[in-house]
């Protein structure tokens, strides 16, 4: 539940919408909007579909790209994380860890630029007995979403269709 502070904090954002919004040039607007988008998309595939279909447009199954993005790339895929992470803040859906690196990852392959999904599990702290999933989205050395905590996780898949060496 939110307390008064956060509403009036969270209301305030709101007002401050439209100028933000103006500020942005043509470019960081349509990326934002694409953002938004995908991110509903992958919410509702990842609600519906078994994850098998889901898999196929996130490239190759424990592939993994190793080539070093050039840095035009690597400014197009930052880009691509802040607009990612801005339209999340915004959805009136959960938009997860999954459903970021899933967006993020259509997005950098609609740009042809390499990047690595990873999934992965750890032990729940507050109950050992049960596992924690992750999702977080990698290109080049950089982690573009989902990258608070991820090294806790044990990555049990991958998924790439940069120019990749295939990793078992």
Known sequence: MMNNTSMLTRFKSFQDAPAKWRQRSRAERFLLMEAFL???????????????????SLGRHMN???TQPSISDLGHARMVAQA????ANHTPWESVCLTQAVAAQWMLKRRHIAGTLYLGVAKDETKPEKLVAHAWLRCGEFILTGAAGHLQFTVVARFSDGKSLLLR
Do not use: C, D
């Open 38 to 56: 995908l991110l509903g998309v992958a919410r509702l595939i990842v609600l519906t579909l078994p994850f098998k279909w889901l898999a196929v």
């Open 64 to 66: 993994e790209s190793v």
């Open 84 to 87: 990612i992470r801005s339209a």
